[in-house]
């Protein structure tokens, strides 16, 4: 069985551009309080890995 990942987001990094958000299929991220992206709802990852890939500013990874 493949193992789950679990994202780990830079936050120094993150500019809060939003194009995480935009991008997920499942809804999971969201933009926190201070703008910054946040895994609200990891349940519902599927691992796809789009959030990791279109993120200008390299803040996310799937590990
Ligand atoms: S890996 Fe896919 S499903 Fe999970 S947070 Fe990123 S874009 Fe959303
Ligand atoms: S795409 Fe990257 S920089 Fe933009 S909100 Fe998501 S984590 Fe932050």
Same mark, same amino acid.
């Given at each position: 069985? $493949?193992? #789950?990942? $679990? ?7 993150? #500019? ?9 299929? #499942? ?5 926190? #309080? ?9 349940? $519902? ?9 279109r ?9």
């Amino acid at each position: 069985m $493949k193992k #789950k990942k $679990k994202l780990t987001i830079n936050r120094e990094w993150c #500019k809060g551009c939003g194009i995480c958000v935009a991008f997920c299929p #499942k809804g999971v991220l969201v933009l926190d #309080k201070e703008g910054k992206a946040c895994w609200a709802h990891p349940e $519902k990852c599927k691992n796809c890995g789009l959030c990791e890939l279109r993120c200008p500013d390299i803040a996310m990874e799937l590990v």
